[in-house]
């Protein structure tokens, strides 16, 4: 009997030994691992007063956008053509068929004596109605202009739908530029294209659009709003300078970098905010341009020869608006054409 518990009390020992050892490294890794965080932010020149700092940085190296899954679609994606000058990516909700439509009609619409190329998709997500959702593949078997990604449409996942489209661009249509808008906007497409092609001269890290004056960039803590946002996936106060989500435009390689950027910073329920976000991580800076409104003021037929995005408008403004940028050809030819972003 005896030797059994002197062996029982040995190998008691040696799992006693054996947790202690294992209880070292586990301290000694987790310390190393603050150290790193520690000389991370010196490196920085970051304060490493706020202990959630350092938590929300290494966070930030996890968790970007999950591209994978986003990319995973049954769907079968429109056609894209290449080499186009400007890419319009405009999104969308599944039940906006009627704006859809009226956007087709008009500004989305082939005048057929086009100097440059451009093409219009429509960025939709999944529909929780399963009626919707047979709907939308109809409506893409006709037009074949619907990307329709692989996320539940709402909301708070509009950034997603962003990220897909942007993503998708990038990788399968490599246009001189891409430009993204809502289904309820006005893109006047005859001077955009003509623009980019014969007069911008910011080839290269372009990201122009309508900014948002200092003081309107708070970030929302309030976990009810729609735009809220925890200090854990945005730690400052304020969004960094970004361009409104009506209308931005990106060079390629600006979209590139952002798309790279995307992978690592936590995505935000703002979408252009987050790419403003991203951008900043890119090192690209965002211009401020008079050409893109947040207004739908009643603008008259000569302002659609500097104006390239306006916002709000309906079905019946849309085809006034239409009208105007037809008209603006030939009226007042008196003011000499836009050459700058400005
Ligand atoms: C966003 O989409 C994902 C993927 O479909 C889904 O799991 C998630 O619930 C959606 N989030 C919201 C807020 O709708």
């Known amino acids: ?79 894209c053509q290449k080499g186009l000058i400007l890419l319009i990516l405009v999104t969308s909700a599944p ?82 530029y891409i430009l993204k808008t809502d289904d309820d906007c006005f893109v006047n497409t005859d001077r955009l ?33 729609k735009w809220y946002v925890s200090r854990e996936d945005y730690w400052e106060d304020e969004y960094p300078p970004y361009a409104s989500g009506i209308g931005y435009v990106l060079s390629l390689d600006a979209a590139t970098r952002i798309m790279k950027a995307a992978e690592d910073v936590p995505p935000v329920p703002m979408e252009d905010a987050y790419v403003g976000i991203l951008a900043k991580e890119a090192e690209i800076t965002v211009r401020s341009s008079g050409r893109f409104t947040k207004h739908n003021v009643n603008w008259r037929v000569c302002n659609y020869r500097y104006l390239m995005v306006i916002h709000n408008l ?5 085809k006034s608006a239409q009208h105007n940028m037809i008209k603006a050809r030939t009226a007042c030819s008196e003011t000499s054409e836009i050459t700058r972003w400005k």
Request: charged fraction near 25%; hydrophobic fraction near 40%; charge should be positive.
């Open 314 to 318: 309906d079905i019946g403004a849309l």
């Open 193 to 225: 294209a003509r623009f980019l092609a014969d007069y911008n001269v910011v080839k290269t890290g372009l990201y122009v659009g309508s900014l948002f004056a200092e003081g309107k960039r708070h970030v929302i803590r309030d976990p009810l709003s």
């Open 1 to 79: 009997m005896k030797p059994m518990v002197s062996s029982r009390c040995i190998t008691g020992l040696v799992y006693a030994s054996a947790l202690t050892f294992l209880l070292f490294i586990l301290k000694l890794f987790a310390s190393v691992n603050y150290i790193d965080e520690y000389n991370e932010d010196h490196w920085n020149h970051r304060s490493s007063l706020f202990p959630e700092h350092s938590k929300h940085r290494a966070a930030k190296r996890r968790t970007g956008v999950d591209f994978k899954s986003l990319l995973k679609t049954n769907h079968e994606p429109p056609f």
């Open 95 to 176: 039940w906006h068929i009627e704006q859809r439509n009226a956007i087709r009609n008009t500004w989305a619409k082939k005048l057929g004596e086009e100097t440059s190329s451009w093409q219009a998709l429509f960025l939709v997500g999944q529909p929780s109605e399963m009626g919707i959702s047979s709907d939308i593949l109809q409506e893409h078997r006709i037009f074949g202009d619907i990307l329709v990604g692989n996320y539940a449409d709402s909301y708070r996942n509009l950034t997603l739908k962003v990220m897909h489209g942007l993503r998708w661009a990038v990788e399968h249509c490599e246009p001189q």
